[in-house]
């Protein structure tokens, strides 16, 4: 029976990154060639793509966190308890987003959407509009939000 040596993990890694590091720099040094320009061009030019993919890939990371904060699971509960309110007291009516949306003015039924889920914040002047359309003090929608 024979034992095989087995080379160190940081060793195969190490002797990894050696053949790529090697092949890149033959890659480069082809490009430049047919580029009739110095490796050394090559070589920044590369190291300059690689800090935009990377600076892409943080800011698409950024864009993606942003996302996760305007999803609902990141909707403060004080617009999703306010927009529950909105709704049930709109059904309790027997009014649909579309009137409700024609009621206030200058507004689509997507947006009233928006409000009875919380994505997007009523304004206040919007806030006593809809008060008014459902006949109740602005105090009873806002009535405990705050804890």
Same mark, same amino acid.
């Given at each position: 029976?024979?034992?095989?040596? $087995?080379?160190?993990? =940081? ?45 892409? $890939? ?9 996302? =996760? ?22 059904? =309790?009516?027997?009014?649909? $987003? ?30 006593? $509009? ?12 806002? =009535?405990?939000?705050?804890?």
């Amino acid at each position: 029976m024979t034992i095989v040596q $087995q080379v160190p993990t =940081e060793q195969r890694v190490d002797n990894a990154v050696r053949r790529m590091n090697a092949e890149f720099i033959e890659l480069a040094m082809k490009t430049a060639n047919e580029e009739g320009v110095p490796v050394s061009a090559v070589l920044a030019r590369t190291v300059m793509y690689k800090a935009i993919k990377d600076d892409r $890939q943080a800011r698409k990371a950024a864009v993606l966190k942003t996302v =996760e904060a305007l999803s609902l699971g990141g909707v403060p509960a004080f617009y999703r308890k306010l927009g529950g309110r909105i709704k049930s007291r709109r059904l =309790e009516l027997g009014i649909s $987003q579309t009137e409700i949306a024609y009621l206030l003015g200058g507004i689509t039924f997507q947006q009233v959407q928006k409000y009875e889920t919380g994505q997007n914040r009523i304004p206040v002047d919007r806030l006593l $509009q809809l008060s008014r359309v459902f006949q109740t003090p602005v105090e009873r929608l806002l =009535e405990g939000l705050g804890r």
